[in-house]
């Protein structure tokens, strides 16, 4: 399974950005998808999931009610809106695939290469 993000950059507090994942080598009813960041020096965080069966998500509290996870079979690709977008906000943004536990991070074992997103006035 290979992933590749893309759509990073640097948005203004406030601001939003979509990031998307094409996911080739398997179809998106097959594998879970989560997107994940991380800052230097810090664990990887899972900011929304999206489960294969049936496109349930999941966010935690840090991200709920400003990211929306979305993905379009056909093209095999997954979203990340993300709005109100906050200096803290500020990481390399990943996803990654699980065919195991969605909502277990070590269960992820396919990435991509990651995008930055910087929030900065």
């Known amino acids: 399974v290979q992933l590749v993000e893309s759509g990073g950059g640097l948005v203004r507090p406030g601001g939003s950005l979509r990031l998307s994942c094409v996911v080739s080598g398997s179809s998106l009813d097959s594998v879970s998808i989560t997107w994940f960041r991380q800052v230097p020096g810090k664990e990887y965080e899972g900011v929304a999931c999206?489960?294969?069966?049936?496109?349930?998500?999941y966010y935690p509290d840090s991200v709920r009610g400003r990211f929306v996870i979305s993905r379009d079979i056909a093209e095999n690709t997954v979203y990340l809106q993300m709005n109100r977008l906050e200096p803290e906000d500020t990481a390399v943004y990943y996803c990654?695939?699980?065919?195991?536990?969605?909502?277990?991070?070590?269960?992820?074992?396919?990435w991509g290469q990651g995008t930055q997103v910087t929030v900065s006035s």
């Open positions: 990654a695939a699980t065919t195991r536990n969605w909502l277990e991070a070590h269960d992820y074992d396919h």
């Open positions: 999206i489960r294969n069966t049936d496109g349930e998500t």
